[in-house]
């Protein structure tokens, strides 16, 4: 069984940066293709980026060119690097497949203020 466990989210100012971090216990991470989530209050879950075993990733458009997702395999575990961050940016962020098969972690929360 997987186990993620999300971590780096914070309050920041419009145009800041922060990263995130995803750790998976289990074997299943390294062979999977694995995405960060977020939720915004009152919103669905939304797919914000993935990234492949072998490295191709892919974004959703409000964030192409601002957030950056990378993995590492041997230490199991996907990092966000998220720049010129926005108030629409504000939400909990979590890690899983797409789509997601693994138990949810808890999510970090990412505050952006204007």
């Known amino acids: 069984q997987v186990r993620l466990v999300e971590s780096g989210g914070g309050w920041v100012q419009a145009g800041g940066s922060l990263r995130l971090s995803c750790g998976a216990s289990?074997?299943?991470?390294?062979?999977?293709?694995m995405g960060w989530y977020r939720q915004a209050p009152g919103k669905e879950r939304e797919l914000v980026a993935q990234?492949?075993?072998?490295?191709?990733?892919t974004y959703l458009g409000s964030v192409k060119g601002r957030f950056t997702i990378s993995r590492d395999n041997a230490k199991n575990t996907v990092s966000l690097q998220m720049s010129s961050l926005k108030p629409e940016d504000t939400a909990v962020y979590y890690c899983?497949?797409?789509?997601?098969?693994?138990?949810w972690g808890q999510g970090t929360q990412v505050t952006v203020s204007s």
């Open positions: 990234i492949s075993i072998g490295g191709v990733t």
């Open positions: 899983n497949r797409p789509p997601p098969s693994f138990p």
């Open positions: 289990g074997t299943l991470f390294s062979s999977s293709t």
